[in-house]
C-alpha cells in the first residue's frame, strides 16, 4: 500500500511503524473472513482492511470524525486478522498508533470519558479492585443482573504448594485476577511444585499495562510494563528460569514489551529479555512432558469438556494445540468446537465498552461450545472466564484449575 504521512507523524516512531505495517497490507481482504465483528455488521469499515484505509487517511492528515473513532471502538483486537494476513501485517501495531492518534483529535462524549477513567483506573489497581470485587461477591445475590454477571461467585481457597525446589519461575499476577479468581495462579504453583519447580509471584509487579493500553494511555502502559521489568528483574538475575502467565490476555502484552519500550534506552535490553521468557503456563508444561506424563499415568478417563481458546493465547501469543495436547493426555475428552477462531466477546473492557456486541458474540460463542455437551467449559484467561459463565450454567474455569483437580484425584 502506498503511503504519504502527514508531517506530525512522518518520521516519528509511531509514524515508522504505522508506515511498515501499512506498506505491508495488499488489500486482498482475507482478514475480513476471519474478522468478528465484520461477520456480525456487514460493514467494510468494522472489518480490520477497512480500519486500516480510516487509519491511512488519519494518519495522512484527513479529517478525525466520531465515526472514525466508533469504528476503531469496536474492534476487538482480537487479531484473528493477523493469524489470516497471507503477507504478515501486524494490525494490532498500526492500531495502537492509529487509537492514540485519534483519541488525540476527537474528544470523548463525557460519559466515555468518565467509564474508561474508572476502568483505567479502578481495574489496574490491586488495591482498589481487591476490595471493591470482595464487596460485589459478599452481596452478590443482591446486585442487579448486569452487575451480577461481572462478579463471579467466590470459591474455596487452595492450599499453598510446597516450596524447597531447585528450579525457580515467577507468576504474573496481573490486577484483576488475584481477586477475581485467585485459585487460577494457586493451581499453576501447585501444579509445577509436582514437577519440581516454584512458582511465585515478586513483590510489586501488577497489572501487565494492557488495560491502560487499549484505554489509549500507552505511557500509562509502559510505565506499567517498567514497574513489572524492575519488579522481576533481581528473580531472573538470580536463575528465575521464566516468566509464568495464566491470563493469555496479560501473556500477549508482555510479549510485546520489546516493542513497548523499544525506544527506552534504560528499558529496551531488559524488555527484550523479558519478552523471550515470558511463558503461558500451557508452554512451560508442554516443555516438561516427560514428568508431567509420570505424573499423568494409569489415571482413569476424565469428563468431556469443551476448551475455548482465548483469542490472545491463540492469535496474540500463537500458542495453539498445546493446553489441549496436556488435557487429552490428563485424561480429558475434548468435544469438537466450530468457528474456535472466533472471538467470545470479553476482550478485556470491550464487553463493558461495547455490551450489545460482546453480547451477540457471547451467545454465538456459547452455542458452539456447548453443541457437544460439555460437562465443564475450559478456557486460559480470566476476561473470557467471566465473561462466559455470565452466559451458562455450565461451569468455566481456567483449564489449570481442571488439571490441577485431575492431578489431586
Known amino acids: ?86 503477507s504478515g501485517v501486524e494490525y494490532h501495531r498500526l492500531l495502537d498508533v492509529g487509537r492514540v492518534v485519534v483519541a488525540e483529535r476527537v474528544r470523548r462524549p463525557l460519559g466515555q470519558r468518565l467509564l474508561r477513567f474508572a476502568l483505567r483506573e479502578g481495574l489496574t489497581r490491586r488495591w482498589l479492585f481487591g476490595p471493591a470485587y470482595r464487596l460485589g461477591q459478599l452481596f452478590r445475590p443482591l446486585l442487579p443482573p448486569a452487575l451480577k454477571d461481572k462478579v463471579l461467585p467466590r470459591k474455596r481457597p487452595l492450599a499453598a504448594a510446597r516450596g524447597g525446589h531447585a528450579r525457580r519461575m515467577l507468576l504474573l499476577a496481573g490486577c484483576v485476577q488475584p481477586a477475581m479468581s485467585p485459585n487460577i495462579n494457586a493451581a499453576t504453583a501447585r501444579v509445577l511444585g509436582r514437577l519440581g519447580i516454584d512458582a511465585s509471584e515478586a513483590a510489586g509487579a501488577g497489572c501487565c499495562g494492557a488495560v491502560r493500553l487499549h484505554l489509549d494511555d500507552r505511557e500509562g502502559a509502559r510505565r506499567d510494563a517498567r514497574r513489572n521489568i524492575d519488579a522481576w528483574w533481581p528473580h531472573l538475575a538470580a536463575g528465575a528460569e521464566a516468566i509464568v502467565i495464566t491470563a493469555s490476555g496479560c501473556g500477549a502484552q508482555v510479549r510485546d514489551y520489546a516493542h513497548l519500550l523499544a525506544d527506552d534506552p534504560a528499558y529496551a535490553k531488559k524488555a527484550a529479555r523479558v519478552t523471550l ?96 455437551a460439555p460437562a465443564a467449559i475450559a478456557s486460559a484467561n480470566i476476561g473470557c472466564i467471566a465473561h462466559l459463565q455470565a452466559g451458562t450454567r455450565t461451569p468455566v474455569a481456567h483449564w489449570i484449575e481442571l488439571l490441577d483437580e485431575r492431578l489431586g484425584d
Open 277 to 372: 521468557l515470558a511463558k503461558d503456563v500451557a508452554e512451560v508444561l508442554a516443555a516438561e512432558q516427560a514428568g508431567l506424563a509420570a505424573l499423568l499415568s494409569q489415571r482413569p478417563a476424565a469428563r468431556r469438556i469443551a476448551f475455548h481458546s482465548p483469542c490472545s493465547l491463540q492469535h496474540g501469543m500463537r500458542v495453539r494445540g498445546a493446553a489441549e495436547a496436556v488435557l487429552q493426555a490428563a485424561g480429558f475428552e475434548l468435544a469438537p468446537i466450530a468457528d474456535a477462531h472466533l472471538c467470545c466477546g470479553s476482550a478485556g473492557t470491550y464487553s463493558l465498552l461495547q455490551p450489545e456486541l460482546a453480547l451477540r458474540l457471547r451467545g454465538d460463542k456459547l452455542a458452539n461450545l456447548e453443541a457437544g
Open 1 to 86: 500500500m502506498e503511503t504519504h504521512l502527514a508531517d506530525f507523524i512522518r518520521g516519528t516512531a509511531d509514524g515508522d511503524v504505522a508506515e511498515a505495517e501499512l506498506r505491508k497490507c495488499v488489500h486482498c481482504g482475507f482478514c475480513t473472513a476471519t474478522c468478528p465483528t465484520y461477520q456480525l455488521l456487514g460493514d467494510e469499515l468494522d472489518g480490520p482492511r477497512g480500519r486500516i484505509y480510516l487509519m491511512k487517511q488519519v494518519l495522512e492528515g484527513a479529517e478525525v470524525t466520531e465515526k472514525t473513532q466508533g469504528h476503531l471502538d469496536r474492534c476487538l483486537t482480537c487479531r484473528s486478522c493477523e493469524t489470516t494476513c497471507p
